[in-house]
């Protein structure tokens, strides 16, 4: 590969040189990120760096979950922390989503509303009781958020979906799901006819914030503004920001015929989720086996987590049912303390903003947007 050195006039001229804009990470929020700095400021060039052909973290690797959280997640949440930051993360992440919609479009999002459900086991009676003692004000704050009643029992959908082993579940009304390929697709042919210069196969490894400069694979960038958007790679770039990664394991089955799945489904708070693409399930999680071993930047595949998800599908899901698996990945989420996102100027012409929560598709759009009104 050419470093930067051995490019022609024209091209360190129309990619690299007096850039106003120079944005780290060409998934959801970095796309974002460009699309709103170019609506901002139109004669501005801004150039998308992406080290991979294809977004690198979880953008495109993700389930395709349009999820702001189920009552499950939201009682462990409010366990830990301050019940107005478990309050404001799920608007935001409702707020984001309405505005995703609005700017990419349900049909090149393949958008679905069949709502979402979170599965309870016979040994999991403790946590069923604290849904449905807490049901009431869940509903409450989310009438307050949505307009709309969030949560309900709903145990027929045990037998209804031909799952096994589960005891009830609880009905996520609004959650929804979307294609996050065809996402990232419609995010590149926004930003192609806006002018914003997208550059793939360029690694960045430091930022040097006080010359506003990037070092990469090919050479050192200079910017008038630069902003990081890796989430879970965050901290690899800018180490005071508490980013942590997480890999999260994904596979999808063969088509089942007369598959009765229809929506989304979350088991065990969340460590686990599927839903039906195409009459095939695709299923991820398990990172709660082994969050030592899932605490990296390293996109494969493991053995023990790929093991339980085929069981859990053998027994529990999709019982007495015939599969193969046709597809299996990872991806790298960015977690930390809160789930709300950092948004944020780190100094005065550097600025930031990660950390998804493993919600990504919910908050990115939103936090690109945020981000380019820190300028």
């Not at 009676?125 to 989310?142: G, H, K, S």
């Not at 690694?203 to 989430?231: F, P, Q, R, W």
Request: net charge neutral.
């Amino acid at each position: 590969m050419l470093n930067i050195e051995q490019l022609s006039f024209w091209e360190r001229k129309s990619f690299f040189e007096n850039n106003d804009f120079l944005i780290v990470g060409g998934g959801i929020v970095g796309c974002s990120t460009a699309y709103h700095l170019k609506i901002n400021y139109p004669k501005a060039k801004i150039v998308l760096l992406e080290r991979g052909y294809l977004p690198s973290g979880a953008s495109t690797k993700n389930a395709g979950f349009a999820s702001f959280g189920g009552p499950v997640e939201l009682i462990e949440d409010l366990k830990k922390q301050d019940a107005k930051l478990v309050w404001d993360t799920v608007q935001a992440r409702y707020e984001g989503l309405v505005y995703l919609r609005e700017l990419i479009g349900d049909k090149f999002l393949d958008f679905q509303q069949n709502g979402g459900w979170d599965l309870i086991s016979p040994y999991q009676t403790n946590v069923a009781d604290d849904v449905r003692n807490q049901l009431e004000y869940l509903n409450d704050e989310f009438v307050r958020i949505t307009g709309n009643k969030g949560f309900q029992e709903d145990k027929s959908a045990i037998k209804r979906f031909g799952f096994s082993g589960l005891d009830t579940a609880f009905k996520i009304n609004l959650e929804g799901q979307i294609d996050t390929g065809k996402m990232m697709q419609r995010f590149n042919q926004l930003l192609h006819v806006l002018g914003v210069v997208v550059l793939n196969g360029i690694s960045v490894l430091a930022v040097d914030e006080s010359n506003v400069t990037v070092k990469t694979s090919i050479g050192d960038i200079k910017s008038a503004n630069i902003i990081i958007t890796t989430n879970g790679f965050t901290s690899q770039l800018l180490k005071n920001i508490a980013v942590q990664p997480a890999r999260a394991q994904v596979l999808v089955t063969s088509p089942i015929p007369d598959l009765k799945i229809k929506g989304t489904f979350h088991y065990d708070a969340g460590y686990y989720y599927f839903r039906n693409f195409e009459n095939r399930i695709l299923f991820g999680g398990a990172r709660n086996l082994d969050f030592e071993g899932e605490t990296t930047y390293e996109m494969v595949t493991t053995p023990k987590i790929q093991k339980r998800l085929k069981e859990l599908l053998k027994t529990m899901i999709i019982p007495n049912t015939a599969f193969s698996i046709d597809y299996q990945w990872s991806g790298i989420m960015g977690l930390g303390e809160s789930k709300y996102p950092i948004i944020e100027k780190i100094s005065n012409h550097v600025a930031v903003g990660a950390r998804l929560g493993g919600i990504g598709v919910a908050l990115g759009t939103n936090v690109g947007k945020k981000v380019a009104d820190l300028f």
